[in-house]
């Protein structure tokens, strides 16, 4: 499996697109939350999670994820949109209970309408 790699890259909209690559298990759900602790230490409370290059998501990467969404949307009042899905996430993320509680989106752009962003 390819290590987990989060980046962070603003959009056009200034609104921050984290992208998710390889698998995100234990360490890269640890990287996850402390990119996500920055970004809303800086203020920015409405985030996109890019999971168009993530391989797979695990049971740990699943825990860190929730853990990502409660920080963001119950302690900070923002909102975080998760965006490219292939349908085994979106039936694993579903199942496990973190789709419908964060918002999800076919793309970027949709996301964008989601989070209240004009592209």
């Known amino acids: 499996m390819e290590p987990c790699r989060i980046t962070v890259q603003d959009h056009a909209s200034g609104l921050p697109v984290i992208q998710v ?3 995100l298990a234990k360490e890269g759900g640890t990287a996850l939350l402390a990119c996500i602790k920055g970004l809303l230490a800086a203020g920015r409370k409405k985030l996109l999670i890019d999971f168009a290059a993530c391989s797979l998501v695990s049971s740990p990467g699943v825990a860190a994820l929730l ?12 909102t975080c949109v998760l965006v ?3 349908e085994p996430k979106r039936r ?8 419908p509680l964060a918002p999800e989106a076919p793309s970027v752009e ?5 989070a209240g962003v004009k592209a």
């Open 21 to 23: 690559t390889g698998y």
């Open 67 to 78: 853990e990502c969404l409660c920080l963001t949307q119950e302690d900070h009042r923002g």
């Open 84 to 86: 490219n899905l292939d």
């Open 92 to 99: 694993f993320l579903t199942m496990t209970g973190i789709l």
């Open 110 to 114: 949709e996301a964008l309408a989601l």
